[in-house]
């Protein structure tokens, strides 16, 4: 009887020294003193050997010790559970997440995309092209002559790997692609990124955007022409907007003209914007030249047609007074955040 005394003792001395940091080890101790071959079960029964007259005395002791062992059980479960908890804590899950920040469209997207919406609630469809040209496309049907400077090899990037492709210099070769495909009427819009080599400054860039526009069909008059950009200026700048028509030229329309809107900023007095003269140009603009039908196998006799072309970046800079070119491309936030409220 002594030893069972002494052993129990002993058993209780190693469970109250007992400790576990993980879950696994409180495990180790369940299955070592209170699984069904644990070291309680086996001191329990020693209660056979045990004397009828001290059976009372030993149960209560093994009694005792058997709790002793769950009561430390419990303990231990208790103290790496907290732990595990405090560890979950630094990871509260029902915390709201970071910020997502929230884009917004560029300037030359919004003004494009209402360009395009102007032009289309007329009818026009938007037609697309690739920006790698062949040089009849970007050129030669255009009546731009071989030695035109617009061909210079300073002014136009071309591919070294084939010297007949060049990057577009202006989308009138998209034009110059649906007029071959000889669907008509023709009424479209053509916007897209367009080339020129230039040095870049706040007035040039070597890319920039344009949207241009043709509408061929029987009987296309300049009234047309007026009329359509006509609304179109009050469209995009307001009602109270004045337009004028200047002659002028270019290669692929006769007659040509340019159109320039009273200035936005003085209303027509006159300041650094208009350069005094109350004016600014926004566009170009003639009656398709007679070749460049013939050059793309429609019927300069029975056809006729308007074409206009506008930079995308000198519109933009007008409606929101933006002085310098390159913040375009330059992806600096805290320029583009300035048109989130912008649609
Ligand atoms: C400008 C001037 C213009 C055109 C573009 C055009 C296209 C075809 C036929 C005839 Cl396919 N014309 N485009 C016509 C006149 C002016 O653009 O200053 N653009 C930024």
Redesign the pocket.
């Known amino acids: 009887m002594e030893q069972l005394l002494q052993t129990i003792e002993k058993l209780k001395a190693e469970i109250k020294e007992f400790a576990a940091n993980k879950s696994e080890e409180v495990e180790a101790f369940r299955i070592k003193y209170l699984g069904t071959k644990g070291l309680v079960k086996e001191v329990m029964g020693e209660m056979k050997n045990v004397a009828v007259d001290k059976k009372r005395e030993f149960g209560q002791l093994l009694n005792e010790f058997k709790l002793f062992a769950e009561a430390k059980y419990e303990a231990l479960k208790q103290s790496t559970t907290s732990n595990q908890q405090s560890v979950d804590n630094t990871l509260d899950l029902s915390l709201p997440g970071d910020d997502l920040p929230l884009g917004s469209r560029h300037p030359i997207s919004l003004v494009r995309n209402q360009i395009i919406s102007i032009f289309q609630r007329l009818g026009f469809a938007v037609a697309e092209g690739p920006e790698i040209e062949d040089d009849w496309h970007n050129f030669t049907a ?1 009546n731009l002559p071989e030695n035109h400077p617009a061909r210079d090899m300073q002014d136009t990037f071309y591919i070294s790997q084939n010297p007949d492709w060049l990057l577009r210099t ?1 989308t ?1 070769s998209v ?2 692609r649906e ?1 071959q495909k000889g669907k008509l009427p023709i009424r479209i819009i053509c916007p897209g990124r367009v080339y020129r080599n230039e040095t870049i400054s706040a007035r040039a860039h070597c890319f920039f955007h ?1 949207v ?3 509408y061929i069909a029987e009987n296309v008059s300049f009234a047309d022409l007026k009329q359509t950009l006509y609304f179109f200026v009050q469209e995009m700048f307001g009602k109270d907007v004045k337009v004028r028509f200047r002659p002028s030229y ?1 290669p ?2 006769e007659p ?1 003209a ?1 159109m320039d809107i009273s200035c936005l900023i003085c209303g027509g007095e006159g300041c650094n914007v208009c350069k005094k003269t109350g004016w600014v140009e926004i ?4 009656m ?2 007679p070749n ?1 039908l013939d050059n793309c196998g429609i019927d300069s006799n029975k056809y006729t ?1 308007f ?5 995308v970046e ?1 519109i933009t800079m007008l409606k929101y007074q933006i002085k310098d070119l390159r913040l375009f491309s330059e992806n600096d936030i805290r320029f583009l955040k300035q048109f989130t409220a912008a649609i």
Do not use: I, K
């Not at 566009?283 to 003639?286: E, F, P, R, S, V």
């Open positions: 255009l202006h009138s034009q110059v007029m344009q241009e526009g043709l270019f692929f329309t040509s340019e566009l170009g603009c003639g398709v030249h460049l047609g074409a206009f072309g506008m930079g000198r």
